[in-house]
């Protein structure tokens, strides 16, 4: 006769097999898991709060400043062309009432910039379109996003290096 331990000693080692398995199994997919698949993971639905929107792909691109060389102007029709930065195209500008042309002076010569660290603030001089010319550098800005168009409305400013 067989003593009655056992067939306790085989329900235990099954039982304890059994329980490492599920364990490593939920480890495994707890560690391997998609993010938005897993089911031990809240959902970004679950985690954010009501007022906030969550975006599934990324936020759309604004930009509201320009650098560029202008190619032409139409002082009559209040316009100036600029090069494309990346394109062989021109963006159109239109001049405003409200738009402000200004130049930046610089307390020295570009070409010849003071040797160390000299700290300088530079001027500001309003001018009219008239005093712009084919080539001059300008920084456009705009109120409104001006990504992808190659015409600009609402220009608030414009500044003309020397």
Known sequence: ??????PKKKIYLVALTVLV???MTAGVIFL?????????????????????????????????????VISRIDSEQKLIFVQ????????KV???????ILKIEFPFDPANPPKGETTFSPKLTK?????????????????ENIYQKL????????????
Not at 84 to 91: A, L, Q, S, V
Not at 152 to 160: A, C, G, L
């Open 1 to 6: 006769m067989e003593p009655v331990a056992k």
């Open 21 to 23: 398995f599920l364990v």
């Open 32 to 68: 391997f898991c998609p993010k938005k698949t897993c089911l031990f993971q809240k959902s970004q639905t679950e985690t954010a709060s009501g007022d906030l929107a969550i975006f599934s792909e990324s936020p759309p691109i604004e930009i509201f400043s320009l650098a560029s």
């Open 84 to 91: 494309h930065p990346t394109e062989p195209k021109e963006i």
């Open 94 to 100: 239109m001049i405003g009432d409200q738009t402000e």
């Open 127 to 143: 001018i009219t379109i008239g005093d712009l010319k084919p080539g001059n550098h300008a920084l456009i800005e705009s109120d």
């Open 151 to 162: 015409e600009f409305n609402s220009v608030r400013k414009i500044q003309v290096l020397p």
